[in-house]
């Protein structure tokens, strides 16, 4: 079970720009907040981006003014738009979303299995 399937990633320059997507699989009644995590090999995991349903936005410091986070609710998706990109964004990239499977179910986190970006020349 895969609740979260991410595309996009890849090897990038210095300077260079990335846009990553996030779509909720199956049959999902609500989608609540949404977002970025990233991680690196010996570093925690670190908050890049959340969203809330109704387009409230929050970033890590690390990349405020380089990274925009945004959402199709119509399509169950969330994205990063990542630019200016940087050596030390290296990661693997996890979307999270919090959501509703049915109208009866609580509430759950759901996550997706993570994107290589590589930011080298």
């Known amino acids: 079970q895969v609740p979260l399937v991410e595309s996009g990633g890849g090897l990038v320059q210095p300077g260079g720009s990335l846009r990553l997507s996030c779509a909720a699989s199956?049959?999902?009644?609500?989608?609540?907040?949404m977002g970025w995590y990233r991680q690196a090999p010996g570093k925690q995991r670190e908050l890049v981006a959340t969203?809330?349903?109704?387009?409230?936005?929050t970033y890590g410091d690390s990349v405020k003014g380089r990274f925009t986070i945004s959402r199709d609710n119509a399509k169950n998706t969330v994205y990063l738009q990542m630019s200016s990109l940087k050596p030390e964004d290296t990661a693997v990239y996890y979307c999270n979303a919090d959501y509703q499977r049915r109208q009866t179910d609580p509430r759950g986190a759901g996550w997706g299995q993570g994107a290589q970006v590589t930011v080298s020349s």
């Open positions: 969203i809330t349903s109704t387009g409230y936005t």
């Open positions: 199956g049959s999902i009644f609500r989608i609540y907040g």
